[in-house]
């Protein structure tokens, strides 16, 4: 069974910086795209950062030059290092990962129950 844990969430000060990081386990085959997601409260969920298994990265445009995703393939493991938060960060993280279902490039989307990060003095 596909499992997708993060952790790394808390309470920071604004300026702050912060860790998120997101493991797969529970299968053998090949993991396409993982990445970061967030939902602030009252609002719809949005992607932050993602990351393909070639390394190809999209930042979100509020985030560029404060955050960065890197990526272990051999532990399909991401982190997202964020430097410079601000009260607008605060959301509730999910990691997103699309894993394949066999040998091609069909791929089932699975997600974290996401990590709380609250920015605030």
């Known amino acids: 069974q596909v499992r997708v844990v993060e952790s790394g969430g808390a309470l920071v000060q604004p300026g702050g910086s912060l860790s998120l990081s997101c493991e797969v386990s529970?299968?053998?085959?090949?993991?396409?795209?993982m990445g970061w997601h967030r939902r602030a409260p009252g609002k719809q969920r949005e992607y932050v950062a993602t990351?393909?298994?070639?390394?190809?990265?999209y930042y979100k445009e509020p985030v560029r030059g404060r955050f960065t995703i890197s990526r272990d393939n051999a532990n399909n493991r991401i982190v997202l290092d964020m430097k410079n938060l601000k009260p607008e960060d605060t959301a509730v993280y999910y990691c997103?990962?699309?894993?394949?279902?066999?040998?091609?490039?069909?791929?089932?989307?699975?997600w974290g129950q996401g990590t709380q990060v609250t920015v605030s003095s």
């Open positions: 990351v393909s298994r070639d390394g190809d990265i």
């Open positions: 529970g299968t053998s085959n090949r993991v396409f795209r």
């Open positions: 997103h990962a699309a894993v394949a279902l066999g040998a091609g490039l069909q791929f089932e989307d699975y």
